[in-house]
């Protein structure tokens, strides 16, 4: 089968935004290549080396067989009891990309009506709430809420029957610690299992470690930051916690090699995902490649909410050794995160 490519044609406001969100290090990913074409998923599989790589060639380089997350296996066999609720705690997100309209979780207790029906301080709450402009507009436009989009379309990539709660405290290239809170514990509150954090902050904040530590029933899922920096070092936040709901995940490409931004850590960092040359669903159902460790936490945010859907009567802290003690051993990743692996979705679902 022949390499599919589109033409591509960058969009300079948008990419000047990403770089500038990159450089103070709020967000944990870029956008390396943005299709000015959409193209069906279906139809350009063969270019999703994370979900089934042959060895096929992805923007020039030759992937290795077998470096995906073995999914596929484990799409026949598993039967989720439950569908686990996963908060993506991050820029809006566009309900619509990839039909994941479907997947939102509505608040039931507060419909569209101008009236805080569930007396939490939160009018018309339905969708999810926007703590960065205090009000319920989780999808504003492409600038600032592409980040959320590929996170969420990816989880749901990975499990198609996950539930999505859309929580926005990152705009464009603003975002704080104290929002990041507020937004964790609304998401705690609706239900969620899963939040998945791929942003960082370089200063030590305590509630947000509290409010963490506080939940161990909630698996946090964690970026490594593209800083190409040793974060047992170096300390990156929420990763440097040290707590046993958090999962930190590091990017690699499709050779198992460790994506040369992102950050690392034999004791800090768990385990890699894919994270080079990544296809991911943007707002109005743009198709991107994307680089970094923002997708790569969100496939691990994914595969964890199928093995809660199997057996939702794990903690999280056993949702964690789970993923960890499954991964696929690699020679590249030894040195670089504790377990050595790759993300194994079949393993860690037996």
């Known amino acids: 089968m022949n390499n ?20 103070i290090g709020i967000l944990s990913t870029y956008i390396w290549k943005l299709n000015s074409e959409k193209r069906n998923l279906q139809n350009n599989y063969i270019d999703d080396w994370a979900i089934y790589n042959y060895g096929q060639t992805i923007e020039g380089t030759k992937g290795t067989k077998g470096i995906d997350i073995n999914i596929l296996p484990a799409w026949k066999k598993i039967l989720p009891k439950e569908n ?15 039909n994941m309209s479907n997947n939102i979780e509505r608040n039931k207790k507060d419909t569209i009506n101008e009236i805080d029906d569930d007396h939490n ?6 969708l999810g709430w926007n703590f960065y402009d205090n009000n319920n507009t989780i999808y504003e436009n492409e600038l600032y809420d592409y980040y959320g989009t590929y996170i969420a379309t990816t989880i749901t990539k990975v499990n198609p029957k996950a539930r999505i709660i859309p929580v926005k405290f990152l705009k464009s290239t603003m975002g704080t ?18 939040i998945n954090c ?13 409010v963490i530590r506080d939940n161990p029933d909630v698996l946090f899922v ?8 040793n974060i047992d070092k170096d300390l990156l936040y929420p990763c440097s916690y040290g707590l046993d709901n958090i ?17 690392y850590g034999s004791s800090t960092v768990d385990l890699g995902a894919p994270g080079v040359d990544v296809k991911v669903t943007l707002p109005n159902n743009e198709v991107a490649l994307l680089d970094g460790t923002s997708v790569a936490a969100a496939y691990v945010s994914g595969a964890s909410s199928l093995i809660l859907g199997k057996y939702p009567n794990l903690s999280a802290k056993e949702v964690k050794e789970r993923i960890i003690k499954s991964a696929t051993r690699l020679e590249t990743l030894r040195n670089h995160c504790s377990s050595g692996g790759l993300l194994n979705v079949g393993k860690s679902n037996k």
């Open 4 to 23: 599919v490519k589109a033409k591509v044609k960058i969009k300079s406001k948008l990419l000047y935004s990403i770089v500038f969100l990159v450089l």
């Open 84 to 98: 686990i609720i996963v908060a993506v705690v991050d820029t809006g997100i566009d309900i619509y990309a990839n």
């Open 121 to 126: 301080g939160l009018i018309d709450d339905h």
């Open 177 to 194: 610690s104290n929002d990041a809170v507020e937004a964790i514990s609304y998401a705690i509150k609706r239900g969620a299992r899963i």
């Open 198 to 210: 791929s942003w960082n902050f370089n200063e030590y904040n305590n509630v947000l470690y509290e």
């Open 222 to 229: 964690c970026s490594t930051g593209n800083r190409n920096s």
């Open 247 to 263: 999962i930190n995940v590091l990017a690699i490409d499709n050779r198992g090699e460790i994506y040369e931004a992102s950050g």
